[in-house]
């Protein structure tokens, strides 16, 4: 049984500020983490090993050869195999061009490693807040999905997910293979490394996967920033106008009155 969980590394976001000039992200000196939903998706992987050690989980990045430490820390947890997508052709790719070279790399990856079972992604990138690429890559596996679920575990069936809606839960399932996202249930978070394993993971090899590796099967007019449909013209920080009365130097009584009137004119109350 494979799970192949789908990883990215981003900025601290409690870290990330914005140039006032360039309105660009200043990344500079900025700490770089596992994307928070995909630590949610990789945790709920671990636990389906957990139940069974017979099931194989390989992580898959795509990003800069930095990404190199995030894979270790995947697998410092308990991942089995971790590959690392990375070339300047792929530079700039949205959504669309993200999902897109994802679908070729897994496949490129099950090759190696034996097709998915399941494919885990989280909800969305903490940077990018799209909530697209999960979905999208799916459409380019051809695997049903599932998404915004909390939980999952396997049956006789297949996969039993549950899945947040409005107002609630609800319990899905799933045949086999399917594609999984995942956003936080309760106060679960991933698992701590314990030390040995990072030690290992330390010394472990990390797959490479560049566009060499993919070039009879990828479409090149469909990667990186000149295939990518969509644009990020800029990033900036909303101005916030804080207009605000202060009723001082009078008793209680009269500034609670004049407040009461404020509030009533500007049809607040």
Known sequence: MNIFVCAKQVPDTNEI???????????????SILNTYDAFALEQALRIKDKDPEVKITVISMGPPQA????????????????????????????LAT??????AIKKVAETEGNPDMVFCGLQAIDGDTAQ?????????GLP????????????????????????????????????????????????????NKLKAKKASIGQITFEELKDS??????????SPTRVNKSYTPTVEKVGEIFENMEAGEAADKLIAALVDKKLI
């Open 17 to 31: 500020k914005i140039d006032p000039v360039t309105n660009t992200l200043i990344r500079k000196g900025v700490p």
């Open 68 to 95: 190199d430490q995030m894979l270790r820390d995947c697998l410092a947890v308990g991942a089995d195999n971790a590959y690392l997508v990375t070339d300047k052709k792929f530079g700039g790719s949205d959504t």
């Open 99 to 104: 999902s897109y070279i994802l679908s070729e």
């Open 133 to 141: 690429v999960g979905p999208e890559l799916a459409e380019h596996l």
């Open 145 to 196: 999905q599932v998404t915004y679920a909390y939980t999952a575990e396997l049956n006789e069936e297949g996969l039993k997910v549950l899945k947040e809606v409005e107002g609630g839960a609800q319990v899905i399932q799933s045949v086999l293979p399917a594609l999984v996202t995942f956003t936080k249930y309760g106060d679960e978070e991933l698992r701590y490394p314990k030390i040995k």
């Open 218 to 227: 990828i479409d090149e007019t469909a990667i990186g920033l000149k295939g």
